[in-house]
C-alpha cells in the first residue's frame, strides 16, 4: 500500500481511478479527498468507500454525485449498491427505508439507460430477494428477464435459473444454470454459478468438479480460491482449508474491483471461524 507516500503528494483523477482498480482504495480515497469535487470525482469516491465497507460515506459522495450529474445512469447504480449494503448492515427499522432507497437508485439507473446491464442485473437481484413490501416481488423479476436476455443471453438463461430457484423449482434452475453456461463455456463465472448451485443442493461432488474445471480455466485467479472456500463453507466441509483460502485471498495483491471484496472475504472467515 501506498498510502503515505501518495497522502503528501498531489493526486490527479487518473492516478486515484489506477489506485482503485488497484484495489488501494485508502489512497485512492486520500487523491481524491484533494480533487475538485465534481460529479466524477464523488462518484469514484463513493465507489472507494463502498469497497473499504464505509457504507454511509460511499452514500453520501455518490448522493452528491448523482445531484450534480443526474442523468448519469452507472452513477444512480452505485448508489442503489451502496445503499443495499447499507441495509445489509442496519437495524431492522432503518434497513427498510435503506433497501427503498436501494431500489428507487437502481430503478433510476434503468430508467435512465435501458441497456445498462449492470443495473438491471442489480435490480433483477433485489426484486428477487426483497418482500413486497419493500418494493419486491417475482413478477417484477420476471418482466426484466427479456431485458436482460437482449444484453446477454447467457446472463438471461443465469436470471431464470435465479428465479426458478427462488420458487423452488429446482429442476428448472438447473437447467437454465446449465443452459448459461452451454452459451458461455469460456465464461468462468458460468461453471461456478453451476458449482455453487449444485453444492447448495446437495451434490458437492459435481461442485468440486465444476471448480477444478473452473481452475483449469483461469488458475491464478484470486477469486477462484474464495469461491471454493466459500463452497466448502456452505456445505460444511473442509473449514480448515477453506480458512487457509481466505487468508491467502485476503493477503493477494492481485485483486481487482471486480473480484469479492476484502470485507466480504472477512465476513466468510467470521463465518468460518464459528462453524
Known amino acids: 500500500m501506498a498510502t ?9 483523477y487518473e492516478q486515484a481511478l489506477d489506485l482503485y482498480h488497484h ?13 475538485t469535487q465534481d460529479a466524477r470525482t464523488l462518484e469514484l469516491l463513493g465507489r472507494c468507500y463502498l469497497m473499504s465497507a464505509d457504507y454511509r460515506k460511499a452514500t453520501e459522495a455518490l448522493e ?11 452513477t444512480f447504480t452505485w448508489l442503489g449498491r451502496a445503499y443495499g449494503r447499507r441495509a445489509e448492515t442496519a437495524f431492522a427499522v432503518s434497513a427498510v427505508g435503506y433497501a427503498n432507497k436501494a431500489r428507487e437508485a437502481l430503478e433510476k ?6 441497456k445498462n446491464g449492470e443495473a438491471i442485473d442489480d435490480l433483477f437481484d433485489y426484486y428477487i430477494q426483497a418482500p413486497g413490501f419493500m418494493g419486491g416481488g417475482f413478477d417484477k423479476a420476471h418482466h426484466l428477464i427479456p431485458l436482460i436476455g437482449q444484453i446477454d443471453p447467457a446472463q438471461g438463461h443465469y ?9 423452488k423449482d429446482f429442476d428448472t434452475a438447473e437447467a437454465q444454470f446449465r443452459r448459461a453456461l452451454e452459451l458461455a463455456p469460456n465464461q468462468m463465472s458460468r461453471v461456478l454459478e453451476l458449482a455453487k448451485f449444485l453444492t447448495k443442493h ?37 473449514v480448515d482449508q477453506a480458512r487457509d483460502l481466505l487468508k491467502k485471498y485476503l493477503a493477494s ?11 466480504d472475504a472477512l465476513r466468510l472467515l467470521k463465518k468460518a471461524d464459528g462453524m
Open 253 to 263: 495483491n492481485n485483486l481487482t474491483p471486480d473480484d469479492p471484496s476484502k470485507p
Open 23 to 35: 484495489t488501494d482504495y485508502p489512497a485512492a480515497i486520500v487523491a481524491l479527498r484533494h480533487q
Open 4 to 12: 503515505s507516500v501518495l497522502a503528501i503528494q498531489p493526486q490527479t
Open 202 to 238: 446437495g451434490r458437492a461432488d459435481e461442485g468440486d468438479k465444476l471448480y477444478e474445471r473452473a481452475a483449469r480455466m483461469e488458475p491464478n485467479a484470486p477469486r477462484l480460491l474464495y469461491a471454493r472456500a466459500q463452497m466448502w463453507i456452505q456445505s460444511g466441509r473442509n
Open 109 to 114: 439507473a434503468v430508467q435512465l439507460d435501458p
Open 64 to 74: 452528491k454525485a448523482a445531484t450534480l450529474d443526474p442523468e448519469n445512469s452507472m
Open 159 to 167: 436470471a431464470k435459473a435465479r428465479l426458478a430457484e427462488q420458487k
